[in-house]
């Protein structure tokens, strides 16, 4: 691990002006490229203390050997050299979409003298215009098909078209007249190459005039009483209808726009792109990437830009691209698009009406398919068993863990302190067993107990499932306040499942993970070290640098961040802590919502709300008199007394939360403080 001092440049060798720079390691990689308005602000962020660091920017300065730069004219000339130097050295700390080259395309290769439609996939060449990308290649055949009714361009491959030039009789596409049969001279290449272009034109969007064209022969052509003509015009307007229909209308005003969608955790980020044209989608694509380095929302559709547009030139640029983050800052990216456009390119967040509603539909497929990389990455069983694999060896365990518990604390500032229990089997979520613990030993914020309690009382029930199923011949100790799901539990006998495996706590992990350093593996290991159990492994893994820690061990287990093992491990304990986190807020939102009216006998919740809703507020409610509570519809007298006694003997309840602002709000209905309570303060 390099200090960054040892190759920190000296003060007022940066210059300050705009620049692309590089970090190399001592093997002279490039490890990181990074664009900067002033090179010297920049930079100097970098060589700051450690400590005030971002963990992934502290691990690249630390694996860093030295760094150099290379100083430009403008921000728009820096952001064009680093995406050129992105691609040249593929650096390891660098956010890069892996861009999945099967999509494919329609094509028309205009640079040939016989321009051919077909299916295209992989890097985009030269005197080619693409349409798309579409989700399956059936789809475009499907349009290619109705569209070569009216335009009927060359379909065939350059070794069908020879052939059929030398033996002077067109293919099969020919003779039903789908295709003009250039190989044989029914019509010039000039005239093939003008077919060509305006089935180029009709696919970009610009469809009404040609439509409205056809129409306008059809009547000419019905007048003339030309009617074979007229149908048969007929039927090439039904089929290009047809071949319409197959890319709904979602913007009324015929937009060009590309509208990009970010999902994102702390690990992965997923990227969407429609393409719109004319106002129909035309395309769709996806990346998905690894966080390896700090980014913000803005930062990633920067970089998204940079690989959508890097190699596109002119129309392939649309007027419009809708983001859900503008770059910091926006304008150096915007004259970059227009540049490569050649013309004005609008990039904006929308606000309201289609194109809202449209980025809303591309934000659930960006959040689908980053779902969809996380469940596929881990339903593979050949990664599975390679992840238990690497867990095993990178913690010298004997055998491979098949089955994981995690283990995570959750409260809010010191209350509604709560803990999870997540059981993966094989590498999967094991939902039926996941367990939820209430922290009843004491009271504040103490991680470290906390997860020496909830150890303690799950390896407690554990012993008492082994002496009744007769394998434990010592008394076990016991625990009255051991609970499942958050309520205490009678120690009964307990069925099997539908597999002959004892239910609960009966079956032991082979690895117990806790969310935490040192500290937190430490109680953990006293825990169990108490009970006597010595057969059960123990790590933590850390956020802050995803480290794993061992018992005893001063220092950290460092997995590669390709690792399938550190994979598993992160979704372990982000599983462990959404579980923990959803249950610490339900506890909260049922005590903030509690009422004195709750507790009342014999009140319904009808009642309850009719007493509400005539009074205003639960204030006005305990200030009103019995006569005055006998005027609520329903509540008869000697509910009244009972209402009244109860609001006098209960002290204030603790006031409503609008839970969409954070504002409390008072009994008489008035908003009056708000609640620091945002969600970045859950843990």
């Not at 602000?41 to 060589?47: D, G, P």
């Not at 094989?426 to 613990?437: H, P, Q, V």
């Not at 011949?473 to 051991?482: G, K, L, N, R």
């Not at 290991?525 to 001063?554: F, S, Y």
């Amino acid at each position: 691990m390099a200090d960054p001092s040892s190759y920190r440049p000296k003060p007022g060798q940066i210059p300050d002006s705009p620049g692309v720079y590089k970090f190399r390691d001592d093997h002279g990689r490039v490890i990181y490229v990074g664009k900067a308005k002033s090179l010297r602000q920049r930079l100097a962020n970098y060589f700051q203390d450690l400590a005030g660091l971002h963990p992934r920017t502290r691990t690249m300065v630390t694996t860093a050997a030295s760094v150099e730069w290379t100083v430009v004219s403008t921000e728009v000339e820096a952001l064009q050299l680093e995406y050129s130097w992105i691609k040249e050295f593929d650096p390891r700390f660098n956010v890069k979409y892996r861009d999945d080259k099967s999509y494919p395309y329609l094509a028309v290769t205009l640079g040939e003298e016989f321009p051919r439609a077909q299916v295209m996939r992989g890097a985009k060449k030269k005197g080619v215009r693409y349409f798309g990308p579409y989700g399956h290649a059936w789809a475009i055949r499907e349009t290619v098909d109705l569209m070569l009714r009216v335009f009927p361009v060359r379909t065939c491959s350059a070794g069908v078209f020879k052939r059929s030039a030398q033996i002077g009789r067109p293919c099969l596409l020919g003779y039903i007249g789908k295709c003009s049969a250039p190989c044989v001279g029914r019509i010039s290449a000039e005239e093939h190459r003008e077919l060509a272009e305006e089935f180029c034109d009709f696919m970009a969007g610009r469809t009404g005039a040609y439509i409205r064209r056809l129409e306008r022969l059809m009547q000419d052509a019905a007048e003339e009483l030309e009617y074979e003509r007229a149908a048969r015009l007929r039927d090439d307007i039904g089929a290009l209808k047809r071949a319409m229909e197959k890319s709904a209308v979602v913007l009324a005003d015929a937009t060009d726009a590309d509208l990009i969608a970010v999902a994102e955790d702390e690990l992965e980020a997923a990227v969407q792109i429609f393409h719109v044209r004319g106002g129909r989608v035309r395309g769709q694509r996806g990346w998905v990437t690894d966080k390896v380095e700090a980014v913000t929302t803005a930062g990633l559709v920067e970089l998204a830009l940079q690989q959508l547009y890097g190699e596109e030139r002119g129309d392939a640029v649309p007027k419009e691209v809708l983001v859900p983050a503008l770059p910091e800052p926006e304008e150096p990216v915007q004259q970059w698009l227009s540049g490569r456009r050649g013309s004005q390119v609008s990039l904006r967040i929308p606000q309201r009406g289609d194109k809202k509603d449209l980025m809303a539909t591309v934000q659930r497929n960006a959040q689908q398919a980053l779902g969809l990389h996380k469940t596929r990455r881990a339903s593979d069983l050949t990664t599975r068993s390679r992840a238990l694999e690497e867990i095993a060896r990178a913690l010298g365990l004997d055998t491979v863990p098949l089955r994981i518990e995690c283990f995570d604390i959750s409260h809010l500032q010191g209350e509604d302190v709560v803990a999870s229990m997540v059981v993966f089997e094989d590498g999967l979520a094991r939902k039926s067993e996941y367990r939820r613990f209430q922290i009843k030993t004491f009271e504040g914020q103490d991680d470290v107990r906390s997860m020496h309690e909830v150890i303690g009382r799950r390896f407690k029930r554990y012993l008492q499932e082994k002496q009744k199923s007769g394998e434990w011949t010592e008394e076990p100790p016991t625990d009255a306040t051991v609970e499942d799901n958050g309520t205490p539990d009678a120690m009964g006998g307990r069925p099997t499942d539908e597999e002959g495996r004892p239910k609960r706590f009966a079956y032991p992990p082979q690895l117990v993970v806790v969310d935490g350093g040192a500290p937190q593996v430490a109680a953990a290991r006293r825990a169990l070290d108490e009970l006597g159990i010595d057969d059960v492994a123990v790590c933590g893994l850390a956020k802050r640098l995803e480290e794993v820690w061992l018992p005893d061990d001063d220092d950290p287990v460092v997995l590669p961040r390709s690792s399938e093992g550190l994979y598993l491990l992160q979704r372990v304990r982000d599983e462990a802590h959404r579980f923990a986190l959803g249950y610490q807020r339900s506890k909260r939102t049922k005590r903030l919502k509690s009422s004195p009216l709750d507790a009342v006998a014999g009140l319904g919740g009808t009642r309850r709300q009719a007493l509400l809703k005539h009074f205003g507020s639960l204030k006005r409610l305990r200030a009103a008199t019995v006569d005055e509570i006998c005027e609520v519809p329903g509540v008869g007298r000697k509910t009244a007394e009972t209402v009244a006694a109860a609001l006098a003997g209960a002290a204030p309840s603790a006031p409503a939360v609008n839970t969409a602002t954070g504002e409390i709000i008072e009994d008489d209905g008035a908003p009056s403080a708000t609640l620091s309570a945002e969600r970045g303060q859950d843990r």
